[in-house]
């Protein structure tokens, strides 16, 4: 996990926050342009995301919701202003699943990361904050797909090569086979999955999760241990590991339609 050390001016977060930041170490620990995340290096550690107001909702409910099942981080404070959400949570105890440790191992990674979906998935649901993953799943592709906002390559690199409006004719199929039936990460990737030492700890970055289709887990999985070990050969090992006797390839193919919008 990066973390680059930075200097903050406190006028710039929550008076709530000051006495957590004022002379702590803080380091950016940011992975995408969406949100801001800082690591405050005290007491064990705490997380803090910002991103644009009425961004973090979803992930605070989820987040709260995997930590009552003993499966993520306590929300610690959650506070929205005139422009900005505010998450802080602690720190899961670990390295996610991109420390050189694991990846130098890349036959147990992928077991690890199936046999822990698998574990996921068969999670009891009734009390779930986000009910309807596929709903909110397919409406967000449409409207991506209306902007014109799409990356073929997450369904022609293993499907073949199709245009975009041919994935989206599939979509517009096949998209409601999509089921609503299990507990869903929703960004299914080694940086969001936290090991100690190969004992798991728990997962991070809940902001898509919800009751969905095991598939889009299924696919990111994949996807993930292509994109960081540089290599496809794992796929098959891992959706084996996971057990075949849930995984539909024709699922994970609409699933990648969907993603090509995501």
């Not at 404070?77 to 440790?101: F, I």
């Not at 209306?146 to 369904?155: A, I, L, P, Q």
């Not at 004719?169 to 507990?183: C, E, S, V």
Request: charged share 25%.
């Amino acid at each position: 996990m990066k973390r680059t050390k930075i200097q903050i001016q406190l006028q710039d977060y929550p008076a709530e926050l000051g006495a957590l930041l004022r002379e702590a170490p803080v380091y950016d620990s940011s992975c995408s342009p969406e949100a801001r995340v800082l690591y405050i290096e005290r007491d064990g550690g705490y997380f803090l995301k910002s991103a644009p107001v009425g961004t973090l909702s979803r992930e605070a409910a989820m987040t709260r919701y995997f930590h009552q099942k003993g499966l993520g981080a306590a929300v610690l404070y959650e506070h929205s202003d005139a422009t900005h959400d505010w998450l802080l949570t602690e720190r899961v105890v670990g390295e996610d699943l991109t420390h050189a440790q694991y990846l130098e191992q890349p036959e147990r990674l992928c077991d690890c990361l199936a046999e822990r979906l698998r574990m996921l998935h068969e999670t009891d649901f009734a009390d779930c904050p986000v009910q309807n993953h596929t709903v909110q799943y397919l409406a967000r592709a449409e409207e991506n797909y209306r902007k014109g906002e799409y990356d073929v390559s997450y369904f022609c690199d293993l499907w073949g090569n199709a245009t975009a409006e041919e994935v989206y004719a599939l979509l517009q199929r096949d998209g409601h086979l999509l089921r609503n039936d299990t507990l869903l990460h929703g960004d299914y990737c080694l940086p969001n999955v936290i090991y100690d030492g190969w004992r798991f700890s728990g997962f991070i970055d809940l902001g898509n999760g919800g009751i969905g289709d095991r598939h889009v887990d299924l696919f990111w999985g994949a996807w993930t241990l292509s994109f960081n070990l540089h290599t496809d050969r794992y796929r098959n090992r891992f959706l084996d590991a996971y057990g075949r006797d849930r995984v539909e390839e024709e699922l994970l193919r609409v699933v990648a339609a969907a993603e090509v919008f995501g």
